[in-house]
């Protein structure tokens, strides 16, 4: 039985920044994982573990050695390897050669009725400590960070500067070099309260010793110690941290030890609007929020400190003193900004350069104004939120030039509905001003408004035709205007308030606006209708329910996900699946046709089935033009239901291509009349499994 050991591999570095942390311990999961599977070494498991100053690769019963494993490669056909008198050819010869096996230990092995010539070659497994230095080496190397640093060697990038590694092979050190590091077994512990130098005798002890310098590796207990005690500090000031998933596992990644603390504020701060406190707290301090149990905004906040310092009087005094200050220059920002109307401030965004290509803010505020009002006028049920369309555009983007969205750019949109409703505007506008701009970020709020949300999707349209147009195109994981995302939130906007807008004229206008060029409409098109599939696929559907959607109606989102609904609801039944082949059946047969006259003569029909057939296609056709102008899809396919028989009958009885010229163009008419049904609820051929 081949001996196993446990291995560790810790990385120790500069405080690397919280955002990567989660990703890194993943992708180092996988790369080593994929590295021992292409290295055929068996294990029993891999952990990561990791804070802001490591990243640790924990195997579990590694196997000292690699499996022994034999690979089998077809040669040439048997008789062109060897003569009728079983002489190895020159074929025979260089094929044992190539792979380095003697002559007579050829084989044979029958593929697809034919014999082939067959080598097998063994290879015995190696040492896995061998091995393994090239594995860590190649897995740190390919850990490439969304933004990478370079240090003493050029050739080396990480996210941050190394500057110690452990690698153990059970008790013994696994030797290697990286860069002008070499392995070994110190450690470092916390760096305010633990040793600079912790020598690790086994992978077993690694977490016990880094414990005992106060440094929790593992981020599950990590976040239990700072949940367990962030929840006693809760009962203590008698309130509720507002606990934001993504707050939470940024403050988990910014320490190594979790010491929570609580703080306060003055009272008088609280009547400055809420999310400039919690966007004070959340964003710039990471501190969380507490609330009441009626939700209001308590002058309290946790923060996570990475220091449990003999007196945390100290640390809470100094957070405290941090957060007044931005506290005070918030409460600032918001008495002075209110001495001027959002009104007067339109003007000011003129000289606030959107690209330099395609001009001012001013100039995308008012082009998505205008689009939005024509398209308020095409769609019936925008038509009373055409006021509100137009005030809210006005002053959508003034509050880009107040002093609070200039120090607190998150606050954009927010302290524009803020200011609106201090200035006496309509509250709808308010709203609207403050929806335009949601999501913010994944998960976000969606607009609730139909004003604020075709602001929004207008918005996000004018910046897709607009860096179209001047090249600035998503390329590979570069992305700087955000692009993807906006053709993602036009979607989740539409989809979010059932809002059946068609797209196209918003894209034609806005594309006339910037006299964008029709290739750019073109590539705007096949940019959106990809992130539409894309976001589809991920609701579920499958490749060819999306493409089928997706072709017969891109412009309109929210159509093409009840379409999708619709046909998935009766994909599996088997009427469905007949008509399918039907349709599959059809097409193929007249693209093979060549041309003829596509008018049906019903008094030449023959049989009883083109009759049935033609009789079914012409009761149904006014009823499906009825249903898809009510965009009623539940009913498309009910009605689809009842050709399903008359079709099924016709290929069953009927020949097409009779001898007789005449009959066989009647028919092939007559399948184009159904051809052109079926293409009307879209191309059923792309749901054939």
Same mark, same amino acid.
């Given at each position: 039985?081949?001996?196993?050991?446990?291995?560790?591999?810790?990385? @120790?570095?500069?405080?690397?920044?919280?955002?990567?942390?989660?990703?890194?311990?993943?992708?180092?999961?996988?790369?080593?994982?994929?590295?021992?599977?292409?290295?055929?070494?068996?294990?029993?498991?891999?952990?990561?573990?990791?804070?802001?100053?490591?990243?640790?690769?924990?195997?579990?019963?590694?196997?000292?050695?690699?499996?022994?494993?034999?690979?089998?490669?077809?040669?040439?056909?048997?008789?062109?390897?060897?003569?009728?008198?079983?002489?190895?050819?020159?074929?025979?010869?260089?094929?044992?050669?190539?792979?380095?096996?003697?002559?007579?230990?050829?084989?044979?092995?029958?593929?697809?009725?034919?014999?082939?010539?067959?080598?097998?070659?063994?290879?015995?497994?190696?040492?896995?400590?061998?091995?393994?230095?090239?594995?860590?080496?190649?897995?740190?190397?390919?850990?490439?960070?969304?933004?990478?640093?370079?240090?003493?060697?050029?050739?080396?990038?990480?996210?941050?500067?190394?500057?110690?590694?452990?690698?153990?092979?059970?008790?013994?050190?696994?030797?290697?070099?990286?860069?002008?590091?070499?392995?070994?077994?110190?450690?470092?512990?916390?760096?305010?309260?633990?040793?600079?130098?912790?020598?690790?005798?086994?992978?077993?002890?690694?977490?016990?010793?880094?414990?005992?310098?106060?440094?929790?590796?593992?981020?599950?207990?990590?976040?239990?110690?700072?949940?367990?005690?962030?929840?006693?500090?809760?009962?203590?000031?008698?309130?509720?941290?507002?606990?934001?998933?993504?707050?939470?596992?940024?403050?988990?990644?910014?320490?190594?030890?979790?010491?929570?603390?609580?703080?306060?504020?003055?009272?008088?701060?609280?009547?400055?609007?809420?999310?400039?406190?919690?966007?004070?707290?959340?964003?710039?301090?990471?501190?969380?929020?507490?609330?009441?149990?009626?939700?209001?905004?308590?002058?309290?906040?946790?923060?996570?400190?990475?220091?449990?310092?003999?007196?945390?009087?100290?640390?809470?005094?100094?957070?405290?003193?941090?957060?007044?200050?931005?506290?005070?220059?918030?409460?600032?920002?918001?008495?002075?900004?209110?001495?001027?109307?959002?009104?007067?401030?339109?003007?000011?965004?003129?000289?606030?350069?959107?690209?330099?290509?395609?001009?001012?803010?001013?100039?995308?505020?008012?082009?998505?104004?205008?689009?939005?009002?024509?398209?308020?006028?095409?769609?019936?049920?925008?038509?009373?939120?055409?006021?509100?369309?137009?005030?809210? @555009?006005?002053?959508?983007?003034?509050?880009?030039?107040?002093?609070?969205?200039?120090?607190?750019?998150?606050?954009?949109?927010?302290?524009?509905?803020?200011?609106?409703?201090?200035?006496?505007?309509?509250?709808?506008?308010?709203?609207?001003?403050?929806?335009?701009?949601?999501?913010?970020?994944? @998960?976000?709020?969606?607009?609730?408004?139909?004003?604020?949300?075709?602001?929004?999707?207008?918005?996000?349209?004018?910046?897709?035709?607009?860096?179209?147009?001047?090249?600035?195109?998503?390329?590979?994981?570069?992305?700087?205007?955000?692009?993807?995302?906006?053709?993602?939130?036009?979607?989740?906007?539409?989809?979010?308030?059932?809002?059946?807008?068609?797209?196209?004229?918003?894209?034609?206008?806005?594309?006339?606006?910037?006299?964008?060029?029709?290739?750019?409409?073109?590539?705007?098109?096949?940019?959106?209708?990809?992130?539409?599939?894309?976001?589809?696929?991920?609701?579920?559907?499958?490749?060819?329910?999306?493409?089928?959607?997706?072709?017969?109606?891109?412009?309109?989102?929210?159509?093409?996900?009840?379409?999708?609904?619709?046909?998935?609801?009766?994909?599996?039944?088997?009427?469905?699946?007949?008509?399918?082949?039907?349709?599959?059946?059809?097409?193929?047969?007249?693209?093979?046709?060549?041309?003829?006259?596509?008018?049906?003569?019903?008094?030449?029909?023959?049989?009883?089935?083109?009759?049935?057939?033609?009789?079914?296609?012409?009761?149904?056709?006014?009823?499906?033009?009825?249903?898809?102008?009510?965009?009623?899809?539940?009913?498309?396919?009910?009605?689809?239901?009842?050709?399903?028989?008359?079709?099924?009958?016709?290929?069953?009885?009927?020949?097409?291509?009779?001898?007789?010229?005449?009959?066989?163009?009647?028919?092939?008419?007559?399948?184009?009349?159904?051809?052109?049904?079926?293409?009307?609820?879209?191309?059923?051929?792309?749901?054939?499994?």
């Amino acid at each position: 039985m081949t001996e196993k050991r446990d291995f560790l591999l810790e990385i @120790g570095t500069e405080e690397i920044p919280a955002r990567f942390m989660p990703w890194a311990l993943e992708e180092s999961r996988r790369l080593f994982a994929e590295s021992l599977a292409e290295a055929h070494i068996d294990h029993e498991g891999i952990t990561t573990l990791g804070t802001p100053r490591r990243l640790a690769i924990q195997v579990k019963g590694l196997a000292s050695k690699q499996e022994d494993r034999v690979e089998q490669y077809r040669g040439p056909l048997w008789t062109q390897a060897f003569d009728a008198a079983g002489n190895p050819t020159k074929a025979a010869l260089g094929f044992a050669r190539s792979k380095n096996v003697p002559i007579d230990e050829l084989k044979s092995t029958i593929v697809n009725g034919q014999e082939y010539v067959l080598a097998e070659v063994r290879h015995e497994g190696r040492e896995t400590v061998a091995l393994l230095p090239d594995i860590c080496t190649g897995v740190i190397r390919r850990l490439v960070f969304p933004k990478n640093m370079y240090w003493d060697d050029p050739s080396i990038r990480y996210a941050r500067p190394i500057r110690w590694i452990v690698a153990l092979w059970g008790n013994a050190v696994l030797p290697f070099r990286f860069g002008s590091l070499e392995s070994g077994r110190i450690t470092r512990g916390h760096r305010f309260m633990g040793d600079r130098s912790i020598e690790i005798p086994s992978p077993k002890e690694y977490m016990d010793l880094l414990f005992a310098n106060f440094v929790i590796v593992d981020p599950a207990k990590r976040r239990e110690k700072m949940l367990s005690a962030i929840s006693a500090i809760e009962k203590q000031i008698g309130g509720k941290a507002e606990l934001d998933p993504d707050l939470v596992e940024e403050n988990l990644f910014l320490v190594e030890y979790p010491v929570p603390f609580s703080g306060s504020f003055d009272k008088d701060f609280l009547e400055i609007p809420e999310e400039v406190l919690t966007t004070s707290m959340k964003h710039h301090q990471k501190y969380f929020p507490v609330r009441d149990r009626n939700g209001n905004l308590l002058p309290h906040f946790i923060g996570v400190s990475n220091n449990q310092a003999t007196s945390m009087n100290v640390v809470r005094e100094g957070n405290e003193r941090v957060l007044r200050a931005r506290l005070s220059d918030a409460g600032f920002f918001w008495r002075e900004d209110r001495k001027v109307p959002l009104s007067e401030r339109v003007e000011e965004l003129k000289a606030i350069v959107y690209q330099e290509r395609l001009g001012s803010v001013y100039e995308k505020a008012m082009r998505v104004r205008s689009v939005s009002l024509k398209l308020a006028e095409r769609v019936p049920g925008l038509e009373p939120h055409r006021a509100v369309i137009d005030r809210a @555009g006005i002053l959508a983007k003034a509050d880009l030039v107040t002093s609070m969205v200039y120090e607190f750019p998150e606050l954009k949109g927010v302290m524009g509905r803020e200011y609106a409703l201090q200035n006496g505007e309509d509250p709808d506008v308010a709203l609207a001003i403050y929806e335009q701009v949601l999501p913010r970020f994944s @998960g976000d709020a969606l607009p609730s408004s139909p004003a604020g949300a075709v602001l929004g999707v207008v918005d996000r349209a004018d910046s897709l035709v607009g860096c179209f147009k001047v090249g600035l195109v998503p390329t590979g994981s570069q992305d700087p205007y955000a692009l993807r995302r906006a053709a993602r939130n036009i979607n989740e906007i539409l989809w979010n308030l059932d809002l059946d807008i068609d797209l196209f004229p918003v894209f034609e206008d806005l594309a006339e606006a910037l006299d964008a060029p029709g290739e750019t409409l073109e590539a705007v098109r096949d940019f959106f209708i990809q992130r539409l599939q894309i976001q589809l696929r991920e609701k579920g559907f499958s490749h060819g329910l999306v493409s089928l959607g997706v072709q017969l109606m891109w412009n309109r989102p929210c159509q093409v996900q009840k379409i999708l609904n619709g046909y998935a609801a009766v994909l599996g039944q088997e009427w469905f699946r007949g008509l399918v082949t039907a349709a599959v059946r059809v097409k193929n047969i007249l693209s093979k046709a060549g041309e003829f006259d596509a008018e049906v003569r019903e008094g030449a029909f023959i049989e009883d089935e083109e009759s049935f057939l033609y009789q079914a296609i012409s009761n149904l056709e006014p009823q499906v033009r009825e249903a898809l102008s009510r965009q009623a899809w539940n009913e498309v396919t009910t009605l689809l239901a009842k050709l399903e028989p008359s079709i099924t009958r016709f290929f069953d009885k009927v020949l097409v291509m009779d001898e007789n010229p005449a009959v066989r163009q009647n028919r092939l008419a007559l399948l184009s009349r159904c051809q052109d049904l079926f293409m009307s609820v879209g191309d059923l051929g792309l749901l054939k499994e």
